[in-house]
């Protein structure tokens, strides 16, 4: 055969794959799909979308899988099939993450960000908490290359409540609430005098008794302390964890807590604060928009739990909230990206925050938000995350610190008796893993 032969055979066949390969061809080079479980947001989604496609004649397809728990099994069969869109989250702790990078699903995203652009570059229009829980630094525990692998759309902080209107009611200023735990047992004390209910959070869901526990024991002695009692170095019957453990049970002796408040969900107690049924709350600044549905004229305030130490700041959980992830396989990587750092500018993040009530992760987007969220906004720079921490506790002895804490709060357990109950699982923790057990 020819070399003219040839040639002309290889151009055909080229031509025949191509045009035979839908997945090729332009149309669907310039429709971008993202994954998504936020049912509140599928409209604001949807017409944001709308307003990329007219300016870019880029289409972005929205598709939503709710709730967060299918969603999440979702994403991994379709990890696990090479289905994956083009924009998508992985949901779940940072091993999660790590495991989907590693797969060659997500997108190294750190060139991107820190391209030059008109102003600076795509990473300092983000909070810097913003940006933390999708980042692996260097030799981190995970094996993964640093870089930032995600981009979050709105950022959240887990803070402390209180019904401005109720603390009229009992004679308290709603401008100063309390800023000590002394102060906050004080404030309490009146209101349960003014026949007010105190505090209600969702402790039967025991990431919000860790997130508190934890606020506290970094309070009191500090975040290097804090980490060497997970690398084993500081056990929990040390005096300071046997004071943190102390004051849910002064929640319990005191009577803080409404009836019912250690084994409710987050709906229930949610309905409870936003019905003016207790004073405070533990929440997360996503609420803002829950208790807008719920009792639009609830007047409350957002502040810090109430300090137990001077001596270290008083942090929060928080940081970057929801967040998506390129698909490293998609050829329509370039246009994801495009997408993202479009949704992510100041405009669009006003615009999200207007309609969702959600904390933008553009700081530049800040000026538009209600009072309650502006107060959320101003203690982001508080925000930690176990998504963020050096080094991780063992799930098994955060389960026993967090259901022994429920112990504690309906009076079957003493904060010693936790303490060492802890320390027990914690030293079989250890064992094996120096043993090299799985």
């Not at 025991?206 to 309070?219: R, T």
């Amino acid at each position: 055969m020819s070399y003219v032969c040839v040639r002309g055979f290889i151009i055909l066949l080229f031509v025949v794959l191509v045009s035979g390969c839908g997945s090729l061809d332009k149309k669907d080079l310039n429709t971008v799909t993202v994954w998504h479980w936020m049912s509140d947001r599928e409209s604001v989604f949807q017409a944001l979308a709308n307003r990329f496609e007219n300016e870019t004649h880029i289409k972005v397809k929205f598709e939503l899988y709710a709730p967060s728990e299918s969603y999440a099994q979702k994403v991994k069969a379709a990890a696990q099939t090479d289905t994956l869109p083009d924009i998508f989250a992985v949901l779940g702790e940072k091993r999660d993450l790590a495991s989907f990078i590693k797969s060659g699903a997500v997108a190294d995203l750190t060139g991107a960000l820190n391209k030059p652009e008109d102003g600076g570059t795509w990473k300092s229009q983000f909070f810097e908490k913003a940006l933390a829980v999708n980042e692996f630094l260097p030799d981190n525990e995970y094996g993964i290359k640093a870089g930032i692998y995600g981009v979050s759309i709105d950022v959240a902080a887990i803070q402390m409540l209180y019904n401005r209107k109720l603390y009229r009611k009992a004679g308290l200023d709603p401008d100063k609430p309390p800023q000590t735990w002394e102060e906050f047992l004080e404030h309490c004390k009146t209101l349960k005098e003014n026949g007010i209910p105190c505090f209600v959070g969702y402790f039967g869901e025991i990431w919000a008794i860790d997130a508190l526990a934890s606020n506290y024991a970094m309070n009191l002695m500090g975040e290097d302390k804090y980490f060497k009692t997970f690398e084993g170095k500081v056990p929990y019957t040390d005096p300071d964890w046997v004071r943190v453990l102390s004051l849910f049970k002064e929640l319990a002796d005191e009577r803080i807590l409404v009836d019912g408040a250690v084994t409710m969900v987050s709906k229930s107690a949610e309905q409870t604060f936003a019905n003016e049924r207790a004073a405070y709350t533990f929440n997360g600044s996503w609420c803002v928009h829950v208790y807008k549905g719920m009792n639009p004229d609830l007047d409350y305030g957002a502040m810090l739990p109430p300090r137990l130490s001077k001596e270290h700041p008083m942090k929060v959980w928080g940081g970057g909230a929801s967040s998506f992830v390129v698909n490293d396989q998609s050829f329509r990587r370039a246009n994801a990206i495009q997408f993202l750092k479009w949704l992510t500018k100041e405009k669009q993040q006003s615009t999200l925050a207007a309609e969702t009530e959600n904390l933008p992760a553009n700081k530049k987007s800040l000026g538009k938000l209600s009072k309650v969220l502006a107060e959320f906004a101003d203690d982001i720079r508080y925000t930690t995350h176990p998504n963020v921490f050096p080094v991780h506790e063992d799930p098994e002895v955060t389960v026993a610190l967090d259901k022994g804490i429920q112990s504690i709060l309906i009076g079957e357990k003493t904060p010693e008796q936790i303490a060492q109950a802890v320390q027990r699982v914690k030293e079989k923790v250890m064992k094996k893993s120096h043993q090299g057990q799985p």
